[in-house]
Structures are given as C-alpha cells and as structure tokens.
C-alpha cells in the first residue's frame, strides 16, 4: 500500500505561512484554524510538534512568551504522563488575548462606538448601509 503524500509546512514568512499580530488579538483564533488545515494537510499529528510550530510563525517576542506557558512543556505522544497536549497549549494561548476568546469577542462599548459612528454618518445609499450593516455584524 502506497504511503500517503503531504505537502510540507511553509517556511516563516512565505506568503502562504499563517500570521498573528498580537495587537490585532480578534485574529488569533483564525492563526489557529490555518495551523490545524496546515497541520492536516501537512501529516502533522505530533502534539509537540504542532506546538513547535505553532510558535514557529510569530514574532520572536511573542514566541518568547508563549514557550513559557507551563502548557509548552513537552507532551510525549508515545507516553502521555505529561498532561499538556497541543490544544491545552493553544486554549493557554488564546487566554492571553482579551477578544480572542468568541465568547467575549465584543463588547457593548464597540457595539455603542459602531452605533454612534452611525448616528453621526449620513447614510445615502445602499452601499453606505451594506458597509455600515456588516460593520454592526462582524
């Protein structure tokens, strides 16, 4: 039986490597999502190396604080004494982020600031409302 082909992970940087600005936290779910498809398609299902790469693709500060999460120390797959697997890391991670977590992606201050913009912007046309409709429902 034929061994199954995978693409391998893109290098830091390439245009198709997944990227996280840690002051934009709202898209630190979306890095994680591109890292699982990559994962998937890539053949990586090594809990210590989905960890090492997840760190792979940030900036090095950020990559400094995220290798200090008690969550990064090794998970051996073969031997699962240690308790932190991948997705213990990657929820750490996403708690680091106010905003990142869906559960608190929005507050009533931004619903209040979108709505007051509104108020303020004379909507004439359809396109107006399109944009000022998708701005309330992001």
Known sequence: MAQ???NSMPARGHGTAPLFNPSKPRELPR???ELKFLFASCGVTKNAKKKALGICYVDYN???QWLLILEYQPYNDSQPAL??????WK???ISLYPGADAATKYSMADLDQIMGKATRTDIKTIGQFADYYRKFYQ
């Open 83 to 88: 308790p932190y697997s991948y997705d213990d």
């Open 4 to 6: 199954p082909h995978y």
């Open 62 to 64: 950020t990559s400094e």
């Open 91 to 93: 929820h750490t991670v």
């Open 31 to 33: 890095y994680f999502t």
